[in-house]
Structure formats: structure tokens, C-alpha cells
Nanobody
């Protein structure tokens, strides 16, 4: 059983940056597909990005491509999400998730963190 805990959320002005962390216990992040998802009030959970097993490849939603990065040099127990040039549309609760299938569908991910709030002011 993998436990995931996110941290690093907060309030930032538009154009600013934040870095989120997802600490894993009970397993190593390189053994899983690690995904980042977000959910804004009244909206469905949305794919943000993912990094494959062994950190070989990454994928990003079009809405964040070029602004968000999942570093490939994640250590064994933590995966990160670097978010740059944030805008108010990025406001949401951000969750990390672990799974075994390379997918942008949140239903393919088995383990989830509780989420961390990111708020971007205009």
C-alpha cells in the first residue's frame, strides 16, 4: 500500500511560480506511473501531467504544457511538480497519484494523496 502526501500549495499572484511535492511511503515513486491531477470547485478532476516508471518520459495537459514540469531527477520517495507562469485558471486542489498504467485518465490511478490547494490571484 502506497501512501502519498502532497505539500507546497499556497497563494501566489498571476505570473508567479510554485513547486509541489508528493512524498511517498510504502513504495518508491520510480516503480509507478506518477500523475498529477487537479480539481477546481464544480469541475471534474483534470489531468495535469505524469511521469512514467523509471522517469523515462513525461506527458502534460495542453493547458499547462510549457509552464509545468515534472522533473525527471525525482528521488526515490518524492515526485515534484514545478509550476511557472501561473494564472487564475490554475486555481485548484492538486493531487498526486500512483498507478501502473500509463494514462491521463484518473480512474487508472490506484493511490491518491489528499491534495494541496493552489490559489492564483489576478
Amino acid at each position: 500500500q502506497v501512501q502519498l502526501v502532497e505539500s507546497g500549495g499556497g497563494l501566489v499572484q498571476a505570473g508567479g511560480s510554485l513547486g509541489l511535492s508528493c512524498a511517498a511511503s510504502g513504495g518508491t515513486v520510480r516503480s509507478y506511473v506518477m500523475g498529477w491531477f487537479r480539481q477546481a470547485p464544480g469541475k471534474e478532476r483534470e489531468f495535469v501531467g505524469a511521469i512514467s516508471r523509471g522517469a523515462i518520459s513525461t506527458a502534460y495537459a495542453d493547458s499547462v504544457k510549457g509552464r509545468f514540469t515534472i522533473p525527471s531527477d525525482n528521488n526515490q520517495n518524492t515526485v515534484y511538480l514545478q509550476m511557472n507562469n501561473l494564472n487564475p485558471d490554475d486555481t485548484a486542489v492538486y493531487h498526486c497519484a500512483a498507478g501502473t498504467v500509463w494514462s491521463q485518465d484518473y480512474r487508472q490511478y490506484r493511490y491518491w494523496g489528499q491534495g494541496t490547494q493552489v490559489t492564483v490571484s489576478s
